[in-house]
């Protein structure tokens, strides 16, 4: 049963440039949460996706925005890079509201 | 709003010495409340969870946990340490209305010395 994949598992981007996140759930689950996790810092909670809608968001400007696919799977966007972007931006996905959430590997994202 | 607190950035133990984890939470009622931990490089991953009933909730990898309400308080615990448990651990706590919006504690860093 494959878990929470992510990809790419690195990423080097410039000021200003924009970039795309990609994320598989776990097998069977239907809602995605992203995460941004900065160096030293716990995560902190970006959007989360479900039925193809964002249902809730944490406080992030309107730069950073998703998509789910009908198979679940989803995309961070984030435009406009700053150098404050750069972080570990981890998915988790999970079935309901009230569920366990499972993590995946991260996507290391670097801004110059 | 919500919020965790983990007063301890950093703590260090000897292998086979206990250990215990502080996490303190800010929320208007009893959340849901859980542990992950973080290996190097590494996704979070889940050692234990509370939701309601029983306070001590046992967990995976001889982790426990105990909730105690009178001092918001959710802190982790291992009667003995191996040094595969270090690695940085994360305390998160999630609305009982529903919704998957994790917060999480700044982490503690656990060193073990051989």
């Known amino acids: 049963d494959a878990g929470v994949t992510q990809s790419p598992t690195h990423l080097i981007k410039t000021r200003g440039q924009q970039v795309t996140l990609r994320c598989s759930p776990k097998?069977?689950?239907?809602?995605v949460s992203w995460y941004q996790q900065a160096l030293g810092q716990g995560p902190q909670f970006i959007f989360q996706?479900?039925?193809?809608?964002?249902?809730q968001r944490g406080n992030f400007p309107d730069r950073f925005s998703g998509h789910q696919f009908p198979n679940y799977s989803s995309e961070l966007n984030v435009n406009a890079l700053l150098l404050g972007d750069s972080a570990l931006y981890l998915c988790?996905?999970?079935?309901?509201?009230?569920?366990?959430?499972?993590f995946g590997p991260g996507t290391r994202l670097l801004v110059l | 709003a919500q919020s965790v607190t983990q007063p301890d950035i950093h703590i260090t133990v000897s292998e086979g010495a206990s250990l215990e984890l502080r996490c303190n939470y800010s929320?208007?009622?009893?959340?849901?409340l859980f542990w992950y931990v973080q290996s190097p490089g590494q996704g979070l991953q889940l050692l234990l969870k509370?939701?309601?009933?029983?306070?001590l909730v046992q967990g995976i990898k001889g982790f426990e946990a105990e909730f105690k309400r009178s001092q918001s308080s959710f802190n982790l615990r291992k009667p003995s340490v191996h040094w595969s448990d270090a690695a940085e651990y994360f305390c998160?706590?999630?609305?009982?209305?529903?919704?998957?919006?994790?917060?999480f504690g700044t982490g503690t860093q656990l060193k073990v010395e051989l």
């Open positions: 988790a996905s999970t079935t309901g509201g009230r569920e366990t959430q499972y």
């Open positions: 097998s069977g689950h239907d809602t």
């Open positions: 996706y479900y039925e193809e809608e964002e249902r």
């Open positions: 929320y208007g009622a009893t959340p849901y």
């Open positions: 509370y939701f309601s009933g029983d306070t």
């Open positions: 998160a706590v999630g609305p009982t209305g529903g919704g998957n919006k994790l917060t």
